[in-house]
């Protein structure tokens, strides 16, 4: 599937939007696939699950950074250093 930057545009203002109302008090949450780096990094608590089971929960950032990239799926991982891209492989 190939992303326009229109497209790319529109979802990060749509995370922009659900930001502002998260630090003004509300809670949210947000389900997306394979997000683009600048909208994954929007995030500030990650939940992933694969296959229904919990494999991260905590901050994103440099704690979820350590995280998957600690991980020993070498081959997957192929030393890329961004964990939207690592998680949409």
């Known amino acids: 599937m190939v992303v326009t930057k229109s497209v790319r545009l529109a979802l ?3 995370m922009r ?27 500030d608590r ?13 901050s994103n950032g440099p704690p979820a950074s350590a995280y998957f990239m600690g991980l020993p799926d ?9 964990i939207a891209v690592y998680l949409c492989l």
């Open 12 to 14: 990060w203002q749509v």
């Open 17 to 43: 939007v659900t930001q502002g109302l998260a630090r003004g008090g509300i809670t949210v949450c947000a389900t997306i696939h394979c997000p683009p780096p600048h909208t994954f990094a929007l995030f």
């Open 46 to 58: 990650l939940l992933v699950l694969q296959r229904g089971r919990v494999v991260y929960f905590g």
């Open 74 to 82: 070498k081959a997957r991982r192929g030393g890329l250093g961004n």
